[in-house]
């Protein structure tokens, strides 16, 4: 079954994406939901219009993305929370914790569009995260988490 999704959707799409789904779960979670309308002719020529006239649109706010990437290379992130022994830290950084950091610093991010490599973090030392400010502007970031002096 070929479905129009209208929201983006983790792990299957984006919005305005034509996607293969099976029968079950475009019937009975997607299109009950909102998230997505059956793929027919019809809808598939209104779709296509549609992203004609986005088009212009979608250029700029991928230039707007792209310049919230440029950002990231001239910033380093010290994020610092406090530590016991052997680097293990009281509780946890999160992605919420890093979109924090980076609006100190001048990007907005939606947590969200926000993956730390191995989840949340629990020990001090470097790590990685990926960002996404649009669907074609995805961006890698490097951080340092520190204990509290």
Request: aromatic share 6%; hydrophobic share 40%; proline share 1%.
């Amino acid at each position: 079954m070929d479905v129009i999704l209208k929201k983006d959707v983790d792990n299957l799409g984006f919005k305005d994406d034509v996607v293969a789904v099976k029968n079950g779960y475009g019937r009975n979670y997607l299109i009950p939901h909102g998230y997505a309308e059956l793929a027919t002719p019809s809808a598939r020529k209104v779709l296509s219009e549609t992203l004609k006239q986005r088009a212009y649109k979608e250029q700029k706010h991928i230039d707007e993305a792209k310049k919230q990437a440029e950002k990231l290379n001239n910033i380093e992130i010290k994020m610092t929370a406090k530590a016991g022994a052997g680097d293990k830290l009281f509780g946890s950084i999160t992605n919420g914790d890093l979109a924090d950091a980076l609006a100190k610093e001048g990007v907005e991010i939606e947590k969200k569009y926000i993956s730390i490599a191995g989840g949340n973090i629990k020990r001090l030392g470097q790590y990685d995260a990926t960002l996404r400010f649009h669907r074609e502007v995805v961006s890698n970031l490097s951080f340092d988490v520190v204990g509290e002096a």
